[in-house]
């Protein structure tokens, strides 16, 4: 059973102004406070690449960013402008801009898939048995999984024994996405519609999986090439990706109108990202 434990806050200010009877102003700010998750009995792991050799920090009020593992961050502001003119009586022109972050400790950082499957709370035991000549038999039982030393607040590594664990960066920021827009709205004939419009966003620090611990390609064995040869694979979850959508969007509605109303709508989009969410 798990008992992960998280703080959200978030503080948002809007106003509305009329400048003239043919232009609106709408202004805002959004401040979010999203505190990663810590577990209540501090169950938690997460390599250090810091130490030397690597070892795997076990939460605690010491640990490297404290129980969660990984440090606050504080600087989640989100600005919000919107701006629409009239034309004339039939047309509209509007636009708008937003940033937008993102907690990614839901099942990545600190999640139920992130920080918990590390040593010493997640270990267990390879069993390799000869067909014809079996060592290991229901009647001997299942080997005991050996237990994992913790020393000083840190899982080091042994030598032959191989620890399965994961990285995610503790010092890593909030993904946040800019998102902007700008429509042109007409009215046409009885009760229509029409709208043509740019939409577009720049996603910036999301997450991606990664191994940071891959072999540098050469001869001799794997593991000697490795950053940390006394570890195996470290499935890594860094925060430094980005992304870019850009977008034409055309639509025209028509109300009901002798009994007939219908909505069509057209979209030309492109979109390059290099990291799009948790693993």
Not at 241 to 265: E, I, M, P, T
Request: glycine share 12%; with cysteine; proline share 6%.
């Amino acid at each position: 059973e798990i008992g992960q434990r998280q703080w959200e806050n978030g503080l948002y200010v809007q106003d509305t102004w009329s400048v003239t009877s043919k232009l609106t102003l709408t202004l805002g700010v959004r401040y979010e406070m999203l505190q990663p998750r810590s577990e209540i009995y501090n169950r938690q792991g997460n390599f250090d690449p810091a130490i030397a050799g690597g070892a795997v920090a076990v939460a605690g009020n010491n640990a490297p960013c404290g129980r969660a593992l990984r440090c606050t961050d504080w600087g989640d502001i989100g600005p919000r402008v919107a701006l629409a003119y009239k034309i004339n009586s039939k047309t509209v022109l509007r636009t708008g801009f937003g940033i937008f972050y993102d907690d990614y400790a839901v099942n990545g950082f600190g999640g139920t898939s992130g920080l918990l499957y590390d040593p010493p709370f997640f270990r267990g035991a390879t069993v390799s048995n000869s067909i014809t000549t079996p060592t290991v038999t229901l009647d001997n039982g299942v080997p005991a999984i050996p237990s994992i030393p913790v020393t000083n607040g840190f899982v080091y590594p042994v030598a032959g024994v191989n620890y399965v664990t994961n990285y995610h960066d503790p010092h890593g920021k909030n993904a946040y996405t800019e998102e902007y827009n700008v429509s042109l709205e007409r009215e046409i004939g009885k009760d229509g519609l029409a709208r043509i419009a740019y939409v577009g966003n720049q996603s910036h620090r999301n997450w991606y999986d990664t191994d940071i611990n891959q072999a540098y390609p050469g001869p001799g064995p794997i593991a000697s090439r490795r950053p940390f040869p006394l570890w195996g694979d470290l499935d890594s979850m860094v925060m430094d990706g980005q992304g870019a959508y850009n977008s034409l969007q055309a639509a025209f509605k028509q109300r009901v109108w002798q009994g007939l109303g219908f909505n069509a709508v057209y979209t030309y989009s492109h979109d390059i990202t290099e990291g799009t969410g948790e693993w």
